[in-house]
């Protein structure tokens, strides 16, 4: 898909915290990887409301983050982007930051990109990989400690 945008991580900065979530078992570790995900992108909407070009404001105002885990395969994910509902009729015509940010991110045939997602997810790789990694070591300490007070 053309708009995504992905952040490959080397699995064996992740062993560890992999061989702990085993041993908590499949719905606690689940929701530890969604609270990690969801945690770790937290800096990124603010990143990119920094970067976006702004002529009503209404792209900058709509731009969120929305996570979820898909538990077939294990996989959490974190959206973020223009949201839904934001959109207002400015001059007579419909602006609605949801389908267009898009184009302004990517750019079209009349206009050239201005991107703001991606210099916001690349420039914090790095914070977001360290902020995964502590938040799932820290509530992977906290399930380890209730369910050995259940025992």
Excluded at 22 to 38: D, E, F, S
Excluded at 51 to 80: D, M, R
Excluded at 107 to 133: D, M, V
Excluded at 135 to 148: D, W
Aim: one cysteine or more; glycine letters at 8%; a positive charge.
């Amino acid at each position: 898909m053309s708009g995504m945008f992905e952040i490959k991580i080397d699995p064996r900065d992740f062993i560890a915290i992999g061989k702990k979530l085993k041993q908590l078992g499949g719905p606690v570790a689940n929701r530890i990887v969604k609270r990690a995900a969801n945690y770790a992108m937290t800096p990124i909407p603010m990143a990119a409301k920094r970067k976006v070009p702004v002529k009503h404001g209404l792209l900058k105002k709509s731009i969120g983050k929305k996570s979820k885990f898909y538990k077939q395969n294990g996989v959490a994910t974190c959206i973020v982007g223009p949201r839904t509902g934001f959109g207002k009729i400015i001059n007579g015509k419909n602006h609605d930051p949801a389908y267009y940010g898009y184009v302004v991110e990517q750019g079209s045939k009349t206009a050239p990109a201005q991107p703001f997602l991606r210099p916001a997810l690349y420039e914090n790789k790095e914070l977001i990989l360290q902020r995964y990694k502590e938040n799932a070591l820290l509530n992977i300490e906290k399930e380890a400690k209730k369910l050995a007070a259940k025992k």
